[in-house]
């Protein structure tokens, strides 16, 4: 186990930056970020191997180191030296650069190693999205976290980074733009078994058709970058077309979701994975119709929903829409579509919550006539430790954090 350093003990002397390399100067910025970037709160789930979520790769600590870690960045003493220290690194970059502009200077004159000042910029621009987060997560406007999942047997690795971006003039209904816990877990459990969400299935036989997945309010992309590039790992995938479709209602949220999925799977990856596609577009719950666009034309095989229910009419706006767009029965020979939904039980959102189970009945309970209908399949428990900097949607810190994962599907008295 690596032992955390406080700032003070691991930041090199600024007095002594032409003594070291970029590449220390760059570790020294992303221990940094690994120490003061706040992680998603509620992403834990409890007994599972967590994923890493940092600014930096290979620095997240552990649940072993969480004790040490909570006291170092809690630590005002530490938390102002370190702003300190990087004010002094962008002055002295800066006066740097506007001395090298000049004709009668030279770097040797300065002092500064070439590959140092090479990098200047790169390493000002890191210095200063650090300074922000340091001073308050609120002054730091975008933040890029890196997340990292892996199969159990560890046999495949995910990497995602992500971009979180303000509230759009504080509106509500840009919530999307960050990362939500909710999305975390479901992104693990579905790399921890693509089998169980229908990820899973052998290329031939009535199965080998094309897979289409959907996320509603697919935010910064997390769930479906993951199982984009999880399938980009799944030998039975291969050769089977997949399309996925990740869609979101807020102007800011879905350019930042656009963003997201072209930075994590570039658009040539639709043209050298040619049976393997990502795209993002529109959907407006509340406004449905029988008649969807061109790109949700076709009925979807797995939908996922992370953290989309906080408002009372949001359950039976998605109900209205998954009607339209999940695979019928006498559509699969094989597997029931399935829609995936997780959502957290937040005190304050109990009513919100409890629309789930009053909109989408349990398959015992379904119609007596028989009628086709989209009922709750399964429902499990899940637990998280709640970690996090910062209050989300009105949860108190140092709780832990409650989901419920349903499985929702087709169902008729008949088949039961």
Known sequence: MSVLCPPTSYLPPIAKIASFSVTQLLDALTYLQSLYYPEVRGSRRKRAQAPTFNGGENLCPRHEDDNQLQAIRSD????????????????????????????????????????????????????????????????????????????????????????????????????????????????????????????????????????????????????????????????????????????????????????????NVPSTHNQTTSTHSITTHFLDWSSFSAAPPDYLAYPFDVVFGADIVYEAQHAAWIKNCLKGLVRRPSDSSISHAAFHLVIPLRPTHAFESSTVESVFLNACDGDPNGDVDLVILSK?????????????????????????YYKIGWSTNARL
């Open 76 to 263: 005002a003493f530490e938390r102002s030296y370190s702003i300190r220290w990087l004010t002094a690194l962008i002055a002295r970059l800066e006066v740097w650069q506007d001395l090298s502009y000049s004709v009668e200077v030279s770097l040797d004159d300065l002092g500064i190693p070439e590959p140092i000042f090479a990098h200047t910029e790169m390493i000002v621009q890191q210095a200063a999205s650090l300074l922000a987060i340091c001073a308050g997560v609120a002054a730091a406007g975008l933040i890029t976290r890196n997340f990292i999942f892996s199969s159990i047997d560890g046999q495949r690795r995910v990497e995602a980074q992500l971009t979180d971006i303000p509230l759009d003039n504080d509106d509500y209904g840009s919530v999307g733009a960050q990362t939500w816990g909710g999305a975390c877990v479901l992104a693990e459990m579905v790399m921890e078994d693509p089998e169980r969400f229908g990820l899973d299935f052998p290329p031939d036989g009535p199965e080998s058709r094309r897979l289409n997945i959907l996320e509603l309010g697919a935010g910064t992309g997390l769930v479906s970058i993951v199982v984009t590039k999880l399938l980009d790992t799944l030998p039975s995938f291969n050769h089977r077309q997949v399309s996925v479709v990740a869609t979101d209602f807020h102007p800011s949220v879905l350019a930042n979701l656009r963003s997201n999925v072209n930075a």
């Open 380 to 404: 499990e428990s899940i637990t998280c430790d709640a970690h996090g900097d910062y209050t989300t949607r009105g949860q108190g810190l140092g709780e832990d954090v409650e989901y419920v």
